[in-house]
């Protein structure tokens, strides 16, 4: 996975809240590189918690899941396991508008 490089990384505070399609629309192939996407850019990230980056995981097909919470990692190896073991490839209906809704709703709780 390629990210371009910045001198200093990822630094200062900011909240983010990933919206992951795991509908069937998403080939298996496109979900592992979703989850790579994701642990290449929290690898990027200079300090991970409330006092650098926050970042939730929302995960969606025709339900949404939280899969990881804003404030619940300050270590970007547990952050980037959790990613692999919590981002489950549903493979049903693609409800985009419930995933948006619940990241406006709660993506951000803890923020």
Excluded: W
Excluded at 19 to 46: A, P
């Amino acid at each position: 996975m390629y990210f371009p490089t910045a001198s200093n990384g990822c630094r200062g505070k900011l909240d983010i809240s990933a919206v992951v399609d795991t509908s069937r629309s998403i080939m298996d192939d496109q979900f592992i590189l979703l989850k790579d996407f994701i642990k290449g850019f929290v690898d990027k990230i200079d300090t991970l918690g409330p006092d650098g980056v926050q970042m939730s995981v929302l995960d969606f097909s025709s339900e949404v899941f939280r899969a990881i919470a804003m404030t619940e990692f300050t270590n970007r190896a547990d952050y980037n396991q959790a990613v692999d073991d919590r981002l489950t490839h549903l493979k049903q209906a693609t409800y985009t508008h419930l995933a948006l809704k619940e990241a406006r709703e709660k993506g951000f709780e803890g923020a």
